[in-house]
């Protein structure tokens, strides 16, 4: 396999350093041998982790014969990756790669959930910088197989002005004129707000997207007519204690996306399992 992302065969070495330590005891006393695995899914789920997995065929003696892609849907019983190669390689590799298919497949699954709960008012779904330290590129992208859209990926590709930076500028409208010029001329300012009050000192000071934060979904839907109105321009999103019961209330309020930190840090693992044939 020739691996075109060296981000993702470093994250792959990183892990295999953290697990196999200075090597895996059982592959040092018991002679190899060609042996064939599966994984196994015990649980219903939409898989991602396989951009991953596949760099360990550019690191050992391994065949990889896959059943899914990322962004599908399994179902529990399913067999979803066929591996053949040196037993020593395969034992060694088994916790790194399910530990991989299991986080990734988790977010995944939550994710879309959320999705489904959205695609009929064409509002998309964003996740946050709410991830696990050292991880943030690996969370993302199962955010992306679990259909959703990446928010920043860090403080550098966009200008967010939340309420604690909004306290420290007099005058909006001059400051963002001001970073205009500053900025990469790619990137774009969005305002935190928590009210309407301010959602209309962002419009007028020139925002390219307006967050509202915490908002009531009659508070959001006097916002999006608002902009609807005077500022078709601006973009509109909600965030703040979204939640699978709440977010269909949020779409319907005419908002362009909708961003949850619990995609990521509230998803848990689906179940998946090594066998040996």
Known sequence: MRVKDWQKLEFIQSALREDLGRGDLFSKVVESKEIEAFILAKSDGV???REYIEAFEALFDIDLDWSIKDGEEFEEGDILLEIRGDSQD???LERTI???A???????TLTNSYVKK?????VKLLDTRKTRPNLREFEKYAVRCGGAINH???LDDALMLKDTHLKAIDNLEEFISDIRAKIPFTSKIEVECEDLKMVKRAFKAGADIVMCDNMKPKQMKKVVALRNKKYPHI?????????LETIEKVAKTGIDAISSGSIIHQAT???LSMKVM
Do not use: C, K, Q, Y
């Not at 959205?118 to 064409?122: C, K, N, S, Y």
């Open 269 to 271: 693992w689906v179940d």
């Open 235 to 243: 973009l509109l999103e909600a965030s703040g204690n979204i939640t």
């Open 118 to 122: 959205i695609e009929p008012f064409g």
């Open 98 to 100: 399910l530990d991989i």
């Open 47 to 49: 898989f991602a982790g």
């Open 90 to 92: 395969i034992l060694s």
């Open 152 to 154: 920043r990926m860090g």
């Open 102 to 108: 299991l986080h990734a497949s988790g977010i995944a």
